[in-house]
């Protein structure tokens, strides 16, 4: 379906990394003892975040000006992150651990044997190819209260430390 001459009002949301994919999918994986990779492809590039819990907000914005954003496509992110300023985070917020970046490339990714892994490549690949430009001026002005990452971090420590203790 068309949407754009289908005559239905519409909007749609370009969504970035979930957050909350670092207490699953990306959690931290165990290296040894209190150390731990963050194993994400970004190759120098950056990526952009933003947590679940803050779409709704942005939902809600929109629906009370429906017309300002029929027929458009919203690019979100909250904010956009190096390994640099993602390792960074996590070794400030845990300081009982270590947290380092492996360096996986792509194309490491498409050689793994889970399930997906080639899909998630490609995930990454689009990520870096810089066509997923995100408005972070726009997201912040729909839901001035999105979790940076460091906060989202603050708040979702608990979860975070369950499932590194899981990696265990």
Known sequence: LNFVFSGINFTILRLPFWLENFYSVFKPHKLKHAVYAVALPLEGSELDVMSVEDVGEIVASILRRPRQYYGKTLNLSVESLSMENIVDTFNRHFDNRKFTDPKIRIKDMEKFQFPGSKDLAAMFE??????AVRDI????????HALTFDRWLSENRDKVEEALREAN
């Open 126 to 131: 689009f990520y870096q190819s810089g066509q």
């Open 137 to 144: 001026k726009l997201t912040r002005k729909l839901n001035p």
